[in-house]
């Protein structure tokens, strides 16, 4: 990068994308996967040899509350580096979307556009989890299965009423019940793209200045209610609103890209930096400045792709598959990949290879045709009325 780079001359560079975005997010999914399949294995100590958490899953499940999981509060030196892994992608992917909405600057065509990149491999997914895998790995007789109402329900995850559990499957894995914990984050998603169309719809994202004040208010607000309540604070993640707040933080970058400078020496400062500001909750809407910055200054380094990463766009079906891959293959065989070191090593390698297999299945089959049908969308979907008109 040059001294007088800023964000947007990068940008510039590359013809509107940012070099290294694709391998953020590749490397931000298989973080979040390796410490899942350490979770899964039994070796993190977040909660899994816990009989009472054990005990309250069992519960949560016997009564249909599926939606119900605990993990222990997240602490040490090591927290900063788990908070910090979901707001990255929400940074990442609210820099990307504003840059999608101003190209558009029409509501419609973009929730047209958000629906046909989340929802067509999301309904298979979530469809294989109930009719193939749990069906499977379920301890209780078929008709049993597809009569309880945790089966159904499942389905609900297709629009972000969010379910963990399918009736008897994974009930005596170290992680027990819980069929894809990922999908926590797709309530603050749809909340992200419907806040985002009601900006559009009014006009007020596309205003650098106007944007900057409502989100001055925000941080002004959120802070005050955390310091007052401590809304904030996370047990294990951030609650739904913090990361939805990082999103519109990648926004605000976005707005502001002409005037960031992408710097080498701010990037390096970043770093230790933003491990501080994650370690106290007090700093909460601190942390997403530096945090977004060093996320997007990331993303705009040239960094070389290879070959099979470059042929699509794999973190999405890696976010979806990961975690169920993962559970089934501990319930399949738990003597081979659980509860040590060498298990959890197998664990990681046999778990990496399939998953990367369904991830590229979900985009060649299923994401890379959806996403093809933008072409036939129109522009606008309705026609912009003529000055004067009372259209």
């Avoid at 790995?137 to 329900?153: A, G, H, I, K, M």
């Avoid at 310091?227 to 926004?251: C, E, K, R």
């Avoid at 970058?253 to 970043?270: M, N, T, V």
Wanted: proline letters at 7%; glycine letters at 6%; one cysteine or more.
């Amino acid at each position: 990068m040059l001294p007088s780079d800023s964000f947007d001359t990068v940008l510039k560079r590359y013809r509107g994308i940012g070099p290294g975005f694709d391998f953020l997010r590749i490397f931000l999914a298989l973080v979040i996967f390796v410490g899942h399949a350490k979770w899964i294995a039994g070796l993190n100590g977040m909660a899994i040899d816990n009989v009472a958490h054990q005990a309250s899953l069992a519960a949560a499940h016997t009564a249909g509350l599926d939606g119900l999981w605990h993990v222990t509060p997240w602490a040490g030196l090591g927290r900063p580096f788990k908070l910090a892994l979901v707001p990255m992608f929400f940074a990442l992917s609210g820099f990307l979307v504003m840059g999608s909405a101003a190209r558009l600057k029409c509501t419609s065509t973009f929730l047209a556009h958000r629906v046909l990149r989340i929802l067509p491999a999301l309904v298979v997914e979530v469809a294989l989890s109930a009719c193939v895998l749990g069906w499977w790995f379920t301890n209780v007789p078929l008709e049993q299965y597809v009569s309880d109402p945790q089966f159904l329900r499942y389905f609900q995850n297709i629009w972000g009423n969010i379910s963990y559990s399918l009736p008897g499957v994974f009930a005596a894995n170290p992680v027990p019940y819980l069929v894809n914990v990922n999908l926590w984050t797709l309530p603050s998603e749809f909340y992200c793209y419907l806040a985002m169309a009601l900006l559009m719809l009014t006009r007020l994202v596309y205003h650098r200045a106007v944007f900057s004040v409502l989100m001055l208010l925000a941080t002004l607000g959120l802070a005050m209610a955390h310091a007052l309540t401590g809304l904030s604070a996370p047990q294990g993640p951030y609650p739904a609103h913090v990361v939805v707040y990082y999103f519109f933080m990648g926004v605000l970058f976005f707005h502001w890209k002409d005037r960031i400078p992408a710097s080498p020496w701010l990037f390096l400062a970043s770093l230790p930096l933003s491990y501080a500001l994650l370690m106290f909750d007090a700093l909460t809407y601190v942390a997403p400045v530096v945090v977004a910055y060093m996320t997007l200054f990331v993303g705009l380094l040239p960094i070389p792709k290879s070959r099979v990463l470059s042929s699509g766009d794999y973190s999405y079906g890696l976010y979806l598959y990961g975690f169920p891959i993962t559970q089934a293959l501990v319930a399949w065989r738990p003597q081979w990949f659980s509860g040590s070191l060498p298990a959890f090593m197998g664990l990681l390698l046999a778990a990496t290879a399939l998953s990367f297999a369904f991830a590229a299945i979900s985009w060649h089959l299923i994401e890379k045709h959806a996403l093809a049908l933008k072409s036939w969308l129109p522009p606008r979907w309705f026609p912009v009325p003529a000055r004067g008109s009372r259209a």
